[in-house]
């Protein structure tokens, strides 16, 4: 998971945490620990994020690099 990334990707997509947290099937606080880099989600919760937002797994899962 690239926590960074999956914020970012979340909030240039104009979602708020929580609506994205409900679409997925999750509590807002383990989105927000996700978020954090605090907690990892399941390969599922992952690939339902990714479908939510619209993004191939690849966005919010590989590295960035600086």
Do not use: C, Y
Request: proline residues 8%; positive net charge.
């Amino acid at each position: 998971m690239n926590p960074a990334a999956l914020r970012a990707i979340r909030e240039l997509a104009g979602v708020k945490s929580g609506d994205l947290a409900r679409a997925a099937g999750i509590s807002h606080s383990f989105l927000s620990n996700i978020e954090a880099g605090r907690k990892q989600p399941s390969p599922s919760v992952t690939h339902t994020l990714a479908r939510r937002l619209g993004v191939p797994i690849d966005a919010i899962t590989v590295p960035t690099s600086v």
